[in-house]
Each structure stands twice: as C-alpha cells, then as structure tokens.
C-alpha cells in the first residue's frame, strides 16, 4: 500500500506544473536578464505591481539593454508588460501595455521554416521590431495567477513626450498618433536633422491632416527638412495630395526588421484607378561593420500627367517609431518625387552607390560630365557591396589604365532609358541586348520568373554576370538600375564560364568528352574561343542529324575535339578590338576585311563587315580609304565556306575571351565513320599500309 501511494505522489510531482517563481523572481533568477531585475528593484513601485498582478513581459537581454542609449527607467520597463498573460501563440496583432496611456505594442510573425519542438519554432514572432528569442516562461503570483516571460533580443522604445519644465503635456499627446507626431515632433525629439516642419505644413496647406489620424495599423513615411528644401524651393507643387498619400500604407505595421522580402510590395493610399503606387522597405547590410542601412522604395507602376513611372529610393533616417496608428519612419526623400539627376544621386554621401561614384570622381572624370549633360541614359550601377566581391588586384590594374578604366565604366551605360518592364517584354521575344557607350560592347539580359509582381533580371557585361537588386530608380535624366556585380572585371575561367552559361551549355556538354575541356581551367594559359550557341547546335540538329547524333552520344570524342579546336586559339586572349586590328591592313574582299587565324586546328578567316563611306555600297575593288571599318557592328568568321556571325562578342575571362557565334564551324564529313570511332586519318593510314603489304608481296612474287 505504501508503495502505491509512494509511485503516486512520484507521478504527481512529475507530470503537475511546478509554478513555484512569480515573474519577478523568474527574471531575477537568469544571469542574462540581470540589468532589467536591477532597474526593477531599484524602483519603489515595479517590484510590488509584478508580484501581484498578472503580466506578460518582454524582457532585453543584458546585451540589448547596454546598447540602448536613452533612459533606464519605470517607464522603459513598464513599455515591456501587458496586464494579460499570453502564450506567443496566443498573441492578438496588438497588445496595451501598462505605460502610462497605455500605448500598444504591435505582434508580427514571420514564418521561420523550423520544426516547432515547444510549440512556437515554426514562427519569428517580433514585439515592434524586438525579436522574441525566448518564449513561454511560465510563472504565478501569490494569488496563483498565471504570469509569462519572453525575452527580446532589444530593447522595445516607446514614444515618449517630454514638455519642457512648468508645461503640461495635452492630453491626446501623451500617446500620439502619426497626426500628434507631425504637428508636434519637437515634444518627442524630432529637431534639428529629424525636424519635419517642412513636410507638415505642405500637408495642413493641403488640407491633408486626416491622412495621418486614420485608425488601425498603418506605416508612415515622413520625410526630414533637408529631404525637401530643394524640392521647396524649386516647385513645391510636386509635393501634392497623391503624393501625400504614397507616403501612408494603410493596413500594414511595416518595422523594418518585420519586413520579410524587399520583393513583397504593398499599396499605398495613393492607388487608384489611374495611378498605382506600391510601397516596400529593403534593407543593405555592409559586411566591413555588420551594420543594417534600411531603405523605403515607391514603384509607381501606373502614372498620370503629373507623376512618373519608375522607383523613388529614400533611405530611412530615424526608423519604428511606434505610434498610436501604426508606426512612422524618416526618410531622406520624398517619395514618388523625381527630382534628382544620375550624377545628384550618386553623390549621396551615405547611398549604396557611393563607392562607384568614388571611382568616377577621383579616376574618371569625364565620366561625371556625361552624367550630367547627357539625357536619356541608364545607368547599371555597382553597389558598395559588390566592390567588396570583385579581385582588388584587377580592379587597380584596371584603375591605373585610363583607356581600360573608361571602357569599364562605360559598359554600364546605356544611351537610353531602359526599364525592366521593357526588358522583360522584350526578352520573353528574343535574346534581349542593348548598345553601351563603350565600343562595340554589349549587355545580354535575362529574365527569372518574369510573370512575377518584381520580376528577377539578370544581365551580363564582358564575361560578367550581376542581378538587378533595385531596379527603375527614376531621375531626371534618365534611370538607374543598381546591380550587385562590376560589369568588366571577370573572375570566371574559361571552363567556367562555358559551364555557368546557359546560352553555351550544348558546346560545355560536348567539351566535356574525354576532359578535353579541363585544360581550359588553367589559370596559366590564354585562351581565345569562338563558341557555337545552343542554337547554332540545334541548326546542326536539323540540317545534319545523323552527324548530331553521333557527336552527342559520347563515343565519338575525337571527331569533337577535331571540331572544337577548329574553334579555338591558345597562346593568347583576342578581344573583338584585337581581331579588328589585325584586319586594319588587309584586303577587302566581297565587302569584308579578314584576316586567316591560326587555330589549334586549321585555320579559319576573321572577316569585318565594311561599310561605304558617304552611303556608297562597298565591293571588292574598293580599297581601304574608301571604307568605314569603325561603324561596322557585323563580325564573322569562315571556314570553307561556312560563315558564323559574332552574335556576343568579348566574353572575358581570366584566362580568355568567348566570343559567342550563331553557326558551327563543321561538315557532315567531320563525322564521317562507318560503324566505327576509328578517325578517318586512321583508317587512310591503313589503307596506305595495305597498299604497300600488296605491293611488296608482288615484287617479291616477281
């Protein structure tokens, strides 16, 4: 019987919750959560209320309440408690807290991916922009009422009044609204570089006042003085009632650390039938300081006679300041306002690009002319972070020749404004390309997902691929896009390049037969390759199946090497201004100069395409004088008669140029064998050795 009992009472102690700490002492009892316990016991009247009542506390940890600089005190701690106990999981989307007027906190959850162990993984869940690292500490008070803690990896800031002495603070200040906090930013800090006067009074002259005492939760973005002295100053009427609203998003809490994907874009206020305006928050991290830099983007996607198509790109100032509606964020410029040149942009001190045009004004300076006296252009910009990625060594190779440094920079200009909704539209047609201002030199463009709401473009410049993180930024005189790589300094081999490259993936395939292409990793060789297109394999397809055939099925290594090397130069690195140049002095025949290349097999013509001067039509007893070698855009290569087009010159690489062509250098009697990979110099060998066994057994008959 005592047994029984004894088992009894071991699965009572087992399996009944143990709430033996209230909340205080649960805090006081973690190490980590010390300096929040000591600012509790220091205050007269915390301790007494967290021992009676029930709460739910957010807690910092040592660590994020050592990096918060403003005041430690009662009402720090009392913006942490909400008089109801909740479970993370049982979190409604706003919660009051015990602060004096009880101003909310507002819940966000972001799905983490995680396999829930204690029931709350599968989920981030966020406290304004504190992210709870720690949930579901379960405590009681004397009276038995249940108390939890979570604990937050910041400190939560609320907004807070501070009157000067022997003023009182009106009462609907005391927890503002977004209405409260624009015509008296100066009770909660907002002076000197966060004053935003400028932007309440272009508001209350346009009678816009409501905008921002709207209920429920909403983000907005109030842009500082010095973000609209100069659009003040030139024409204040751009600032206008549409205007007003793209800087609201109803609906939506946005803090910035809740925002799961700069892809996800939001509608502002300004959405209606004729103009469509969506609202989304990115952030940059710079890995030199580990340091977040978070910025607020309007994509008017439908405009009108008075507002732009394109992105307007601000940076947040002063981030999450919660308030009664939602939460307000400032930025740097107004949205939707196109009102800053290429070059203005670029010059921003604190902007992504400032390292790109670093670069310009200190190397290149006629770079910094182009960009202000030319309209129309699109600039593909490297960000600061994509410097970090490129080879230091290159570059300043680069830097130290002005004529490689200009062409470099060049390749990231368009003469013309080029939108990725062009691009999309036109690359679902045709392999998309568009002219830069340096020589002969092109961008290839490609489309991923192109059906989606923000489409991902990718494009290549020599050799390089980056990807549009920011697209359509509007200016003045024309668009900047900005990409995450340095166009013209490659860090891909060869054999890279051929196996990241789509457009070359059937030449890689077969390159692949018997390692033939390993050489082409070398770092230590140069390499030039002229590389039939997926096309111009499927042409051979077509017109020579058996011979198609037999050169992909793998047993036929030889003939491709043969072919391949046809194709290729080793010893040296030919850019499309190289082959030029040799065929500077030669004859013109049939309307083209050219010049014989010697391949590692054969040899094939490099021909340029000749244009008459003065509108006269070219021919072959022309000379040299007479014609416009520098405006030709037509290159091909020959051999036996076979001509291939240079469709994508100057490839580069580290070890080599590719220079992509639209026809296969090759005839069906390249792959001539009859149920055999016995090379056709193999079997003449042969022949000839039978030829002289006869012989030499006919002599010796005689």
Not at 504 to 524: A, I, K, V
Request: glycine share 4%.
């Amino acid at each position: 019987m005592n047994k029984h009992l004894l088992l009894l009472g071991i699965l009572i102690l087992l399996y009944s919750p143990v709430h033996a700490k209230n909340l205080l002492d649960e805090i006081k009892s973690r190490p980590n959560l010390s300096e929040v316990a000591r600012i509790i016991q220091g205050d007269q009247l915390l301790p007494t209320l967290m021992e009676r009542q029930g709460y739910t506390a957010f807690i910092p940890t040592n660590e994020a309440l050592k990096k918060y600089q403003g005041p430690k005190d009662r009402r720090l701690i009392q913006y942490h408690l909400v008089n109801l106990p909740y479970m993370v999981q049982e979190m409604p989307d706003e919660l009051n807290t015990e602060l004096s007027g009880n101003p909310r906190v507002y819940v966000s959850r972001l799905r983490s991916g995680n396999t829930p162990i204690k029931g709350w993984e599968d989920y981030h869940y966020f406290i304004n922009n504190a992210k709870i690292i720690d949930a579901n500490h379960v405590a009681q008070n004397e009276e038995g009422i249940k108390q939890v803690l979570h604990i937050v990896d910041q400190v939560i800031v609320p907004t807070i009044a501070k009157a000067a002495s022997n003023t009182t603070i009106p009462a609907g200040f005391i927890t503002p609204d977004a209405q409260k906090l624009l015509l008296k930013p100066q009770l909660y800090g907002l002076v000197d570089d966060y004053s935003i006067s400028e932007f309440e009074n272009r508001v209350s002259n346009l009678d816009l006042l409501d905008v921002f005492n709207i209920s429920g939760k909403n983000t907005f973005f109030i842009p500082v003085n010095q973000a609209l002295n100069f659009v003040m100053r030139t024409d204040k009427e751009l600032i206008d009632k549409q205007v007003i609203h793209g800087h609201v998003v109803p609906g939506h809490v946005l803090f910035t650390r809740t925002v799961e994907n700069s892809n996800i874009q939001y509608e502002s206020l300004a959405f209606t039938d004729n103009l469509k305006v969506f609202i989304s928050v990115e952030n940059v991290s710079n890995s030199d300081n580990q340091e977040t830099t978070y910025y607020v983007k309007s994509n008017t996607i439908a405009s009108d006679i008075s507002h732009n198509k394109g992105t307007v790109l601000a940076r947040i100032t002063k981030e999450n300041i919660p308030v009664k509606n939602g939460v307000v964020h400032l930025i740097d410029r107004p949205l939707m306002v196109v009102a800053s040149s290429i070059i203005s942009y670029l010059q921003e001190k604190r902007g992504q690009l400032s390292t790109f045009y670093t670069l310009i004004r200190e190397h290149y300076g006629d770079m910094t002319n182009q960009l202000v006296v030319e309209q129309d252009l699109t600039l593909f910009a490297p960000s600061n972070e994509a410097f970090k990625m490129v080879n230091k060594e290159r570059l300043n190779q680069v830097i130290a020749n002005q004529d490689r440094l200009g062409k470099l920079l060049k390749l990231h200009v368009v003469k013309r404004r080029l939108t990725t909704d062009e691009i999309v539209d036109r690359s679902t047609r045709e392999i998309f390309q568009a002219e830069t201002l340096s020589n002969r030199r092109k961008l290839y463009f490609a489309v991923n997902e192109p059906n989606a709401l923000v489409p991902v473009v990718s494009l290549e410049g020599a050799g390089v691929n980056a990807t549009i993180t920011t697209p359509n930024i509007a200016a003045k005189n024309g668009v900047i896009h900005i990409i995450d790589r340095i166009l013209g300094i490659p860090s891909q081999t060869v054999y890279e390049k051929l196996a990241s490259d789509p457009m070359l993936s059937s030449t890689f395939s077969l390159s692949e037969q018997e390692g033939w292409n390993e050489r082409l990793g070398s770092r230590e060789e140069k390499f030039t390759l002229f590389v039939p297109s997926n096309d111009a394999w499927a042409m051979i397809h077509r017109k020579m199946p058996s011979a198609y055939k037999k050169l992909f099925m793998g047993d036929f290594a030889y003939h491709v090497r043969y072919i391949l090397e046809r194709h290729m130069i080793v010893g040296q690195d030919l850019s499309l201004d190289d082959l030029v140049a040799l065929t500077s002095n030669s004859t013109v025949r049939r309307g083209y100069h050219e010049e014989r290349l010697e391949m590692t097999r054969g040899k094939i013509y490099f021909q340029a395409r000749v244009r008459a001067s003065f509108g006269e039509s070219s021919s072959s007893n022309e000379t040299d004088t007479e014609m416009d070698l520098e405006d030709s855009s037509e290159y091909y290569v020959e051999w036996n008669g076979i001509k291939a087009r240079v469709i994508r010159p100057d490839v580069e690489c580290v070890n080599g140029v590719v220079h992509v062509i639209d026809s296969v250098l090759m005839m069906n009697r390249d792959v001539t064998v009859s149920g055999s990979t016995v090379p056709m110099v193999t079997g003449l060998a042969t022949l000839i050795a039978t030829f002289f066994t006869v012989a030499f057994a006919r002599v010796l008959h005689h």
